[in-house]
């Protein structure tokens, strides 16, 4: 797809964000004025200001885990969890923890774009990256701890399984009424939502029509890009792969939800934002880091679950503890090496693209020496039946010119003129041949 849309292997240059701010200087590349900020003071912000405010959020945030836990436990106590009432009462605590994920995620997101805004970066990936590891290492702790101390602290699978579904079914319609529902109920009380006839007449739509769209497109709330998706499929992501052998069902509310989103995207495009301007890239960028890195520790966690799995215990019975535990990390090891030989074994480019990117370098090259060189025969690569095809249109004009000659008369006056005049445009023509 980057191929076919002439963005693979893109590389530009990358001028100052315009939030940037610093000291005027001569810029060393372009030679212009441009802002100058020390590093050390992004580094002293980030370290010393942005990651002990992080760290004090996700502190408090395993609190209001460890509360939920602790509700759980009272409703243990007074409920019988195996009745209806019981199990409606016991799943509550873990609904409304699922809900105060989203918002403390929300807020944290808005907190993080003001501390990278804060911090001053000169360059927008240099923005873009660091914003991605704030809202990954935040949104990773406050969604998977709860799921990481259930599996490996309490080890109760069967507790693990419920928050799981309970965390992915939850977020998942809430983040569908969030992204869509919510924003078209603003739109349909602002009164800018059209119906389907009045969408049909957009295409041709012209002079006073086109200010009416844009009045149109500027009741609607701006298109918020695709950072919020990359992290929504970060997370769904990990809660299908990381307990994917306590809850392989995970796989289909993530299929199911991913088959509404493709069309609710496209209802919140067309209907409920304004048109996005399309961005060049080259890649998804550090996004597809993340996702290596999750697919790494989702190995390790599935392993290790299956080896605290009292089936898979009963196979081995008189295995000794440390050896058990030596097999299973062999076996972890073997997963790791299969998924680094998957990426080694199948080349990220397919042969017919590698062909036709050396054609592409093949041919500018051919226009480059051809510009440079452009009467040498070997440098500029010309083929050599347009060569001789060229010569042979030129021996052409040459008896054509005898034949004129000959009919007007010259031949009778000068009776060696034409014989010096082939003799004339022979020396020519070898002189060009010898040029080529």
């Not at 695709?226 to 769904?236: A, G, I, K, R, S």
């Amino acid at each position: 797809m980057a191929y076919h849309w002439g963005t693979y292997g893109m590389v530009k240059f990358e001028e100052a964000r315009a939030e940037f701010v610093g000291v005027l200087t001569i810029n060393a590349v372009t030679g212009r004025k441009e802002p100058y900020y020390p590093k050390w003071k992004r580094q002293l912000k980030k370290y010393a200001v942005s990651a002990p405010i992080i760290f004090v959020i996700l502190v408090m945030a395993f609190f209001v885990m460890l509360a939920s836990f602790k509700c759980e436990d009272y409703i243990m106590e007074r409920y019988d969890v195996k009745t209806t009432t019981g199990s409606i009462m016991f799943s509550l605590p873990s609904c409304v923890y699922a809900v105060v994920i989203l918002v403390t995620n929300g807020f944290y997101r808005n907190l993080a774009k003001w501390l990278n805004d804060w911090e001053n970066h000169r360059l927008q990936s240099a923005y873009e990256n660091n914003l991605i590891i704030k809202l990954v290492v935040f949104d990773f702790a406050n969604c998977f701890m709860c799921l990481f101390y259930v599996a490996f602290w309490l080890q109760d699978m069967v507790r693990l399984r419920q928050y799981l579904a309970t965390l992915l079914i939850v977020q998942q319609l809430l983040q569908q009424f969030l992204e869509t529902g919510l924003p078209y109920i603003m739109l349909l009380i602002r009164g800018g939502s059209k119906g389907e006839e009045e969408k049909k007449k957009d295409d041709d739509a012209d002079g006073v029509e086109v200010a009416e769209l844009a009045n149109e497109q500027s009741k609607m709330d701006l298109y918020p890009g695709t950072f919020d998706d990359y992290l929504e499929l970060f997370l769904q992501f990990g809660y299908v792969f990381l307990f994917s052998a306590v809850y392989p069902l995970a796989a289909i509310w993530a299929l199911f939800n991913n088959v509404i989103e493709i069309r609710s995207d496209a209802f919140k495009v067309s209907r409920v934002c304004q048109r996005p301007f399309g961005q060049s890239a080259a890649d998804i960028g550090t996004w597809q880091v993340t996702f290596e890195v999750m697919g790494i520790i989702a190995v390790l966690t599935n392993t290790t679950l299956m080896a605290m799995s009292p089936e898979i215990r009963q196979f081995l019975p008189e295995m000794t503890v440390t050896n058990y535990i030596l097999l299973f990390v062999a076996v972890e090891h073997v997963f790791l090496a299969l998924k680094a030989a998957i990426a080694i074994l199948i080349p990220d480019l397919p042969r017919w693209m590698e062909i036709e990117l050396l054609k592409e370098e093949y041919e500018s090259r051919q226009v480059y020496l051809q510009k440079q060189h452009p009467l040498s025969r070997q440098d500029s690569g010309i083929q050599v039946e347009e060569i001789e095809l060229a010569e042979q249109r030129e021996n052409e004009d040459i008896e054509e010119e005898e034949e004129n000659q000959s009919d007007s008369g010259e031949d009778m006056t000068k009776p060696n003129g034409g014989h010096e005049q082939k003799e004339e445009d022979l020396t020519w023509a070898d002189m060009q041949e010898s040029q080529i």
